[in-house]
């Protein structure tokens, strides 16, 4: 690729350097970058995708995967992929129980798929690298859901095209509800006071174009980008009400790991993990989200006056700080709600049923670029193994209760955070180090983050398909370059 000058937007250059602790990204030093003409544009909210079904019991949808352009720098226009328009994707309703269909088209010249990231779903649907739609073909998935209420997403998943297909616009919400959801009195109308927010990182080349993955450095530590989106909107402003507002939160980054938080300090409660709601609120004034991880929260804005505007921070793990929106409160909320004293009942999963401990080691080593299909040697790999799509890495009996322990022993020199992504199920963390969890990460999840030098232990019930499924890091310069391997569930 011809290289070109990149645009700094007035933050200082790319760093790369892998932090040892969330608590670096308060320290002196950090980059920080907040909107030269204030916060103008509003925030863009995802529509709901129109469900072509008539019956409630059914939810059917098109998603057409196509190229388009935007300008989401000033005065420049980049290329961009989307979902049924230029960049992201219509947020995915549908209820616990429903019949879920979609027609899925593919318009790019190259081929992809569509992955249901955190939906438990027959390993067929799953839309991993096993279910390729080559460019010009179609997907016609078919399933029940069976899984609680959660805000989850779908991306691509195509071997050594998923970095670069998210980096250029395809990701959406994917948000179930269930009867938890109907008695909760927590805020519940979407793009009213119940809004979603996909938080990425870009970088871009002078003109405009997404400079992506362009050097080995890009690949070992992630492609960290200098501007901050929100829903694809570069500092956009959002009208809330005068009350409680519920923000569903996506990092939907490549491989950032953010700290979120507002410029005030102010208390917020989350109310759900990756897998739905947590059994009761955790108050916070700042949320650490890996990339592909989400969280909902409520932040309560009935103590502001009318016409106040309040930022959000997002610290990047490179260290860089941006102002990334605004809130502006409005009218006052039509509702009186308050923090629930409880969500909903987990069936924590126990040790004692689990039949099986496995271990996987993420590991950065030396090596060049490796041949994600060869199966070769390299230097991202789990278990000292890259990606093989013709390699069944590991076999899980249905029905059977596993703990998995995933440890990252990066060296001193190659100091490199990783996550593990599970398919299909939605798993509990046990410990960090021999420590329990922290309150936030009390929950059903999907995605984990693991520390160079942590070893992180989690429990998974594989029940009611049978298949082959992938487990990877979800770096996702990491995942392409064959850190990611395959389970199967057998009968």
Same mark, same amino acid.
């Given at each position: 690729?011809?290289?070109?000058?990149?645009?700094?937007?007035g933050?200082a250059? =790319?760093?790369?350097?892998?932090?040892?602790?969330?608590?670096? *990204? &308060?320290?002196?030093?950090?980059?920080?970058? %907040? +909107? !030269?003409?204030?916060?103008?544009?509003?925030?863009?909210?995802p529509?709901?995708?129109?469900?072509?079904?008539?019956?409630?019991?059914?939810?059917?949808?098109?998603?057409?995967?196509?190229?388009?352009?935007?300008?989401?720098?000033?005065?420049?226009?980049?290329?961009?992929?989307?979902?049924?328009?230029?960049?992201?994707?219509?947020?995915?309703?549908?209820?616990?129980?429903?019949?879920?269909?979609?027609?899925?088209?593919?318009? =790019?010249?190259?081929?992809?798929?569509?992955?249901?990231?955190? *939906? &438990?779903?027959?390993?067929?649907?799953?839309? %991993? +690298? !096993?279910?390729?739609?080559?460019?010009?073909?179609?997907?016609?998935?078919?399933?029940?859901?069976?899984?609680?209420?959660?805000?989850?997403?779908?991306?691509?998943?195509?071997?050594?095209?998923?970095?670069?297909?998210?980096?250029?616009?395809?990701?959406?919400?994917?948000?179930?509800?269930?009867?938890?959801?109907d008695?909760?009195?927590?805020?519940?109308?979407?793009?009213?006071?119940?809004?979603?927010?996909?938080?990425?990182?870009?970088?871009?080349?002078?003109?405009?174009?997404?400079?992506?993955?362009?050097?080995?450095?890009?690949?070992?530590? %992630?492609?960290?980008?200098?501007?901050l989106?929100?829903?694809?909107?570069?500092?956009?402003?959002?009208?809330?009400?005068?009350?409680?507002v519920?923000?569903?939160?996506?990092?939907?980054?490549?491989?950032?790991?953010?700290?979120?938080?507002?410029?005030?300090?102010?208390?917020?409660?989350?109310?759900?993990?990756?897998?739905?709601?947590?059994?009761?609120?955790?108050?916070?004034?700042?949320?650490?989200?890996?990339?592909?991880?989400?969280?909902?929260?409520?932040?309560?804005?009935?103590?502001?006056?009318?016409?106040?505007?309040?930022?959000?921070?997002?610290?990047?793990?490179a260290?860089?700080?941006f102002?990334?929106?605004?809130?502006?409160?409005?009218?006052?909320?039509?509702?009186?709600?308050?923090?629930?004293e409880?969500?909903?009942?987990?069936?924590?999963?126990?040790?004692?049923?689990s039949?099986?401990?496995?271990k996987?080691?993420m590991?950065?080593?030396?090596?060049?670029?490796?041949?994600?299909?060869?199966?070769?040697?390299?230097?991202?790999?789990?278990?000292?193994?890259?990606?093989?799509?013709?390699?069944i890495?590991?076999q899980?009996k249905?029905?059977?209760?596993?703990?998995?322990?995933?440890?990252?022993?990066?060296?001193?020199?190659?100091?490199?955070?990783?996550?593990?992504?599970?398919?299909?199920?939605?798993?509990?963390?046990?410990?960090?180090?021999?420590?329990?969890?922290?309150?936030?990460?009390?929950?059903?999840?999907?995605?984990?983050?693991?520390?160079?030098?942590?070893?992180?232990?989690?429990i998974?019930?594989?029940e009611?398909y049978?298949?082959?499924?992938?487990?990877?890091?979800?770096?996702?310069?990491?995942?392409?370059?064959?850190?990611?391997?395959?389970?199967?569930?057998?009968?």
């Amino acid at each position: 690729m011809k290289r070109r000058t990149f645009v700094k937007g007035g933050l200082a250059a =790319l760093g790369f350097t892998a932090l040892s602790s969330y608590g670096v *990204l &308060h320290s002196s030093g950090i980059s920080y970058a %907040g +909107p !030269r003409n204030g916060f103008v544009d509003p925030l863009p909210v995802p529509p709901v995708l129109e469900n072509l079904s008539t019956g409630v019991d059914e939810a059917t949808f098109a998603l057409q995967v196509q190229r388009g352009s935007l300008e989401l720098l000033p005065g420049l226009v980049t290329p961009t992929m989307g979902y049924n328009g230029n960049f992201l994707g219509p947020t995915i309703k549908v209820r616990n129980g429903q019949q879920f269909k979609v027609n899925v088209q593919n318009d =790019l010249n190259e081929p992809t798929t569509v992955h249901w990231h955190g *939906l &438990h779903v027959p390993a067929e649907w799953d839309g %991993g +690298p !096993r279910q390729l739609i080559e460019g010009g073909g179609s997907w016609h998935p078919e399933f029940t859901i069976k899984q609680q209420a959660a805000t989850l997403w779908y991306h691509p998943h195509a071997m050594g095209l998923t970095g670069a297909q998210v980096y250029q616009g395809l990701a959406g919400l994917f948000i179930i509800e269930d009867e938890v959801t109907d008695k909760l009195n927590i805020p519940k109308t979407y793009g009213v006071d119940d809004f979603p927010l996909v938080i990425q990182d870009r970088r871009f080349f002078q003109d405009g174009s997404f400079a992506y993955a362009q050097n080995m450095m890009d690949i070992v530590h %992630g492609v960290v980008g200098n501007h901050l989106f929100v829903n694809g909107s570069l500092w956009p402003n959002l009208e809330v009400p005068q009350g409680m507002v519920r923000l569903r939160i996506l990092n939907g980054s490549n491989s950032s790991i953010y700290r979120i938080g507002f410029r005030d300090d102010r208390t917020f409660y989350q109310i759900a993990t990756d897998g739905g709601f947590q059994e009761k609120p955790v108050k916070l004034t700042s949320l650490f989200l890996s990339a592909g991880e989400r969280a909902e929260i409520l932040v309560d804005f009935a103590g502001d006056s009318q016409g106040a505007k309040i930022s959000l921070l997002v610290d990047q793990y490179a260290g860089n700080r941006f102002e990334a929106m605004q809130f502006t409160v409005a009218t006052a909320s039509s509702t009186s709600i308050a923090v629930p004293e409880s969500l909903t009942t987990i069936d924590w999963l126990q040790e004692n049923e689990s039949v099986k401990t496995r271990k996987f080691v993420m590991e950065s080593m030396g090596g060049g670029r490796m041949g994600m299909m060869s199966g070769g040697g390299g230097r991202l790999t789990i278990n000292g193994k890259n990606m093989s799509i013709y390699r069944i890495d590991e076999q899980v009996k249905l029905g059977t209760t596993e703990i998995w322990e995933i440890s990252n022993p990066s060296g001193m020199m190659m100091r490199l955070p990783h996550s593990m992504h599970l398919h299909d199920v939605q798993f509990q963390i046990l410990d960090r180090n021999g420590r329990a969890p922290s309150p936030e990460e009390r929950g059903r999840k999907d995605t984990v983050l693991i520390q160079p030098g942590e070893t992180v232990r989690i429990i998974a019930k594989f029940e009611d398909y049978t298949g082959i499924y992938m487990y990877h890091c979800h770096l996702l310069e990491h995942e392409d370059n064959g850190m990611m391997g395959q389970f199967e569930v057998v009968s």
